[in-house]
C-alpha cells in the first residue's frame, strides 16, 4: 500500500499548478475545474473539493509531448 508521501509525488495539488503556470487562484481553479470536466488536455482527479493532477500527464502537456 502507499503512503502519502508516496501518492504525493505522483500527483500536483492546485497550489502546485498554480505555481508552475504563474496563475492566480481563481484562474486555476477555473481551469482545473474546465480540465476535469473535460479530461483534456490532461487528466485531472477530484476528491472531495481537492483537485489532483497525475504529473506524468501534466508534465508531458506543459513539455508539447
Keep these: 500500500?502507499?503512503?502519502d508521501q508516496m501518492v504525493d509525488r505522483m500527483v500536483?495539488?492546485?497550489e502546485d499548478?498554480?505555481?508552475?503556470?504563474g496563475l492566480g487562484r481563481s484562474v486555476t481553479?477555473?481551469?482545473?475545474?474546465k480540465t476535469f470536466s473535460e479530461q483534456k488536455p490532461f487528466k485531472v482527479?477530484?476528491?472531495?473539493?481537492?483537485?489532483?493532477?497525475?504529473?506524468?500527464?501534466?508534465d508531458q502537456w506543459l513539455n508539447g509531448e
Design 17 to 21: 499548478i498554480q505555481k508552475i503556470l
Design 45 to 58: 482527479l477530484k476528491v472531495g473539493k481537492m483537485y489532483r493532477v497525475p504529473k506524468k500527464g501534466f
Design 29 to 33: 481553479y477555473t481551469f482545473l475545474e
Design 1 to 3: 500500500m502507499m503512503d
Design 12 to 14: 500536483y495539488t492546485a
